[in-house]
Every structure is written in structure tokens, then in C-alpha cells.
């Protein structure tokens, strides 16, 4: 006779229990080891997007501005008194600093108009960053020049020798309003990126201060700081 065996004897061992895997968003499936089976993307795609897109509405908006500068400086600028005979066209006053004062009033206006339109964009969206700086620089100098091209148009007729046959010789007419120094169209642009990075040194965001050493983590789970 042969012993009674017990239910279990000769019988595969059980296994341990494990959890059914889980369904994440995504798609994905996570087991025992908690991996997703997607990969995540990168992180950054749609901010940098957005960032861009920010750039070009920033950089548009302030080049339209630009128009007003032309404005105002068609406006307070000084103007180069010219006198005609029957054959040429003479400045009134030869030791003049009209022409001068013209650009003197570009360059503070353009200066002006970059401190303001940083300010601006600073309180709208505090967040600094290349892509802004680069909007604001570019923007100033389409601003700038369209400034340039407005006052100008806006200012008496570039025809001289037509001007002065319209009033007539021995009198006292306004010559062309011009920019000599080219140079002036780039006061708004570094302005503008000056005050930005001013601005946001001064008062910007923050990154918060640990307390302690940071133990690196290589296991992709967060560490506390070490006291």
C-alpha cells in the first residue's frame, strides 16, 4: 500500500499573482516595470510654437508703430530754410544746423519709441526669452525705417528745383525733410532690446532656490534634497 498523498503534491507550483496590466492615455500599456509602451514626445514642440507665433504678432505690432514716429517727426523736426534765384537753389542760412536737428530728433524719438514699446510688451507677457528679444529688435528696426520713409513723405517735396519755380526767386521755401546718418534707424532696435533685458532682470520671474544639494537621480524618480 502506498500512502495518501495530499491535493497538492505533484502539482506544478503556483505562480505569484501580478496585476493585470493597466490601459494609460496614449495608446500605451503599463506593466510591473511601469513603462508606458509609447514614447513620450519631447517636450517643448507647442511652447516653442506658441513662443513663435507670439514673436511675429509682437514684431508686426511694433513695426506698424513705426508710423506714428514718422508722424512726429515730420511733425518736430526742424526745417532747412532754402532760397532760389533764376538759376540754383542756395541755403538760406549756410552755418545751419537744421539738418542736424533733423536727425538729432530722429534718434530721439527712435529712442523713445524703444523704451516704450519694450515697457509694453514686458507688462503684456513677462516672460523673456531669445525669441522675444529678437522680436522686439526686428520690429524696432522695420518700425524705424518705416518711420524714415513716412516722415519723409510726409515732410515738404524732395523736387527742390519744382519747389522753388512754385514760390518763385528770393523766396524763402522748406527743403525736403532727410535722414543723413543712416545710422539713427538703429536707436529703436537697441533700445528696445536694452529695455527688455533691463526689465526682465530687474523684474522677471524667478527660478526657484533649493535648499540643500540635489542627489542626482538616474533612476527617473524624484529625489528630496539632502539636509
Known amino acids: 500500500m502506498t500512502a495518501a498523498q495530499t491535493?497538492?503534491?505533484?502539482?506544478?507550483?503556483?505562480?505569484?499573482?501580478?496585476?493585470q496590466a493597466a490601459p494609460v492615455e496614449g495608446g500605451g500599456v503599463t506593466g510591473d516595470t511601469g513603462v508606458t509602451g509609447d514614447t513620450a514626445e519631447p517636450d517643448g514642440g507647442?511652447?516653442?510654437?506658441?513662443?513663435?507665433?507670439?514673436?511675429?504678432?509682437?514684431?508686426?505690432?511694433?513695426?506698424?508703430?513705426?508710423?506714428?514716429?514718422?508722424?512726429?517727426?515730420?511733425?518736430?523736426?526742424?526745417?532747412?530754410?532754402?532760397?532760389?534765384?533764376?538759376?540754383?537753389?542756395?541755403?538760406?542760412?549756410?552755418?545751419?544746423?537744421?539738418?542736424?536737428?533733423?536727425?538729432g530728433t530722429f534718434v530721439l524719438l527712435a529712442l523713445g519709441f524703444g523704451v516704450v514699446t519694450a515697457a509694453v510688451v514686458f507688462l503684456v507677457r513677462r516672460r523673456g526669452g531669445i525669441p522675444l528679444v529678437v522680436s522686439l529688435a526686428l520690429g524696432g528696426l522695420l518700425g524705424a525705417v518705416l518711420g524714415w520713409l513716412t516722415g519723409m513723405w510726409l515732410g515738404p517735396t524732395p523736387d527742390v528745383v519744382a519747389h522753388a519755380k512754385q514760390v518763385g526767386a528770393g523766396v524763402v521755401f522748406d527743403g525736403p525733410l532727410r535722414l543723413q546718418a543712416k545710422g539713427a534707424?538703429?536707436?529703436?532696435?537697441?533700445?528696445?532690446?536694452?529695455?527688455?533685458?533691463?526689465?526682465?532682470?530687474?523684474f522677471g520671474p524667478r527660478d526657484p532656490e533649493l535648499d540643500g544639494p540635489v542627489v542626482p537621480d538616474w533612476s527617473g524618480h524624484h529625489q528630496p534634497p539632502v539636509d
Open 185 to 202: 534707424l538703429l536707436a529703436w532696435p537697441i533700445a528696445g532690446m536694452l529695455t527688455q533685458i533691463a526689465l526682465t532682470g530687474l
Open 7 to 19: 491535493p497538492h503534491e505533484n502539482q506544478p507550483p503556483e505562480e505569484p499573482h501580478r496585476p
Open 46 to 103: 507647442p511652447e516653442f510654437a506658441r513662443e513663435l507665433r507670439d514673436g511675429v504678432l509682437i514684431a508686426l505690432a511694433v513695426a506698424v508703430s513705426g508710423v506714428l514716429l514718422g508722424v512726429l517727426w515730420a511733425w518736430l523736426a526742424p526745417r532747412v530754410p532754402l532760397i532760389a534765384d533764376t538759376h540754383n537753389v542756395y541755403l538760406k542760412n549756410t552755418e545751419g544746423e537744421e539738418a542736424i536737428g533733423a536727425d
